[in-house]
Every structure is written in C-alpha cells, then in structure tokens.
C-alpha cells in the first residue's frame, strides 16, 4: 500500500477528505456526538507526539554527527552566509510586491467592516516574545539540562547538542580511541538516534490520518466566507511566500546545487506537503532527512547540519509573511512607510524569526511587536491579531512549507560546496612498494 501511495499522495488525500468533511459538517455532529473539533483532537494528538520526539531527534542527530563526521566553523559560516541571502532575496520579493502593487490600500476606510468579520477568539499568546536579542539569547539558556526538552525549545536544544558534541570529540581526542568509556558513550548516541528515526517512521505513517482530522476541524470552525473580506491580504501573502519557495528555491537548487526542480520538489514533496498540512516545520524534521539523504542524495553531514542546526535560521517563511503582514496593514492604515522605517520592519522581522523559532504560530505571535517596531498606534495593533486571524491557519502552513523547502535548499547547496572542494583538492602522492625509497 506505501509503495502504491508514496507519503505525499496519501497526506493530499487527507487535505482533500478533511476539506470536504469541514465543508459538508462545519461544526455539526458527523454521526452520533462525533464533530469535526473531535477529529482534529485526535489529529493533533499525533502532531503532538511527533513534535515531542523531533526535539530529542535534533539532540541526538547533531551529537552523532560530531562524533562520526567533522563540522568545521568553515561550514557553520557558509550555513549562515546561505540563510543570509535566502532571506535577503525573501525580503526583497516581499518589499516589491508591496511597493509596486500595494495591496493594503484596497482596505482604506474598512478597517470597522472588516473586524466585523473577524473574532480574537483562540488567538495565540507567547508571553515571552521579544524583538530584543538580548533577551532572546537570555531565553535561550536553560536553568538545568532537563529544561530544553521539557519546554521544547529547540534553539536550546540544538546549542546544548552543539556543546555536548563539541565536548566528546575534545574528550575523544584528548582520552585517544581507545578509551572505552567514551566508545560506551558515542555507541549509546549513535543507538538512541537510530531507535528515534524507527520510532517516528511508525508515527510518520500516521501523519495522513492526523491531517485528515486537523483540517476537517480548522475548515469546519473557520469556513470559507472570511476569504471574501479577507482575499485581498491572503493573495498578496501567498503570492510572495509562492514566488520565493516556487521560483528562487528550485532556480538555486538546480543551478547552484545541480538538483533539477523534478528532484528538489519531487522527491522532496513528502516533506514538503508535510510541512503545509502540519503547519510545523519541527514536526517535519524526520521527513526532511530522510528525503535529504534517501531520495536526493544529499550526504548525512549537510542534511544534519541544516534541518537540525540550520532550521532556526532558515524562518524565511515567518519573516516575509510578518514584513509583508506589516505592510499591507500600514498601507490599509494610511501610513506610507519611508524606506527607513521599511528597513526597521526588515530587520525586525528577521529578530522575530530567530528570536522566537520553534513556537507554534509564530510568525502571527510577533506581528504586534513589528508593527510596533515602527511606531504604528497600539490601536492598529491590538487590530493586527483578529483581523488576519480568520485566514492565518492557511497562511501558517504554507510559512511551515516554505521553512521546510528553505532547510533543504541550505543542505544542497552545503552538499553542493563540499563536494566541489573534494573533487578540487589534489590527490596524495602515490605511495612507493618500497617504504625504503622516496615517494
């Protein structure tokens, strides 16, 4: 049955089913006191379990890749330099559509008719986001070990990882390879990933059904008819998240990474439809590797390196979405932005991507604080929630897809990068039969 329906088949089937149950029921009893609300609770029961076991994933996957390979600064600094411009080339899509098209001004003098349609009702909250960086790194220390998993906080997990795996090869090198307690140690590294990765296949297999469930319950309580007040802000959005993961992504891929778009979006779409039907790109990190190193070839080091370190900076998705969201609503608002304070809503909706990485619905989360970062009214913003609200739940899968698609560009251009410094570097010198004469 998977052979005849890869996992990408069977998740759109579960889009399309869960759809039409949300359509046909709304929030009506299906049959005897069983909803559609039901449905998505047992839906995201397993997106639950499957974000539970990813954080511990990301944990032992970068620990086992500093003891088996080498991740040299050299490489961290590429990673970074790779996210920089994919970001900068969102930030530019995003500032041109708005500028070009200004969208937001199609909704001047309706702002009153439009809340109409709209209710703060289920609204996210994080309490702790913050453009500060200071506070962000502070945030990102743990008060014990224990902490980071407990919380999920994946930006902690991945810096405790990077110490842990930093500290076993220095002890490794230091103790030399014989010793056999630190063997113990990587030995047990390398059996607990390997028991992760069987244990969410199994749920990954399960990810069709919980989809199903999920959007039958969100289409079911939102409906279709916020989409007529709200189609304007939904277009403008999708276009900019369409063109820079359905253009830019696959043109970088295929000729900077040499994978064709029928490799990088084909045989990455089960991460990629995961992605924009679990509205989590944590969610998806098992996926994501394994259709890095099994369909595409992309080495462990480079997937690892990406879709574990790389993912809480590859947030292109949440920092178009949140400059794009901002603009549309200072034009709707009357306010024409200067290139400055354009320049302030840029930079604050790359702090909101780093700085509040790993939260669900993030990128609606730290909206208030980038329209504030330009000193709109607080009324407008106390708006900004409930007014994009109705139509977040479709606009966050697709920022989920596009960070996914993001974290598999990083690895095949990292892929990419060493494979062409291997193929460069001069071959030893031939060794002579003869240990006696010169080589």
Known sequence: MRRSFPLYVRILIGVALGALLGVAFGERPIVLHLTNRHLGELGLLVIRLLKALAVPLIFFAIVDAFVRTHISARRGLRMVLICLMNVTVAMAIGLTIMNLWR?????????????GHTSAEGAPAAPGATLDPLRNVDGYVPVSLVDPFSKNSVVSVVLLSLFVGAALRR???NGGPEDSGLGAVERFVAGAYDVLVVMLGWIVQTIPFAVFGVVAQVVGRAGLEAFAALGVFLGAILLGLALHALVYYPLMAWLAGRKPPAVYVGRGADAILMGLSTNSSLATVPVTLRCLTQKMGVSEESARLSACVGTNLNNDGITLYDAMAALFIAQACGFDLS???????????????????????????????????VGLPEAVVVAAIPLVLPV???????????????????AILLDRDQGARASAAPLPPPRSADPGLPT
């Open 103 to 115: 969208p937001g001004e199609s909704w001047r003098g309706q702002f009153t008719e439009l809340m």
């Open 171 to 173: 002890a490794r090198r």
């Open 339 to 373: 290139l400055g304070q354009q320049a302030v809503v840029v930079l604050a909706s790359l702090m909101a991507g780093i700085g509040i990485a790993g939260i669900p619905e993030a990128g609606l989360i730290v909206l208030p604080l980038v329209l504030g970062s």
């Open 392 to 410: 977040d739940w479709i606009i966050g899968r697709a920022r989920s897809a596009v960070n996914v698609m993001s974290d598999m560009l990083v």
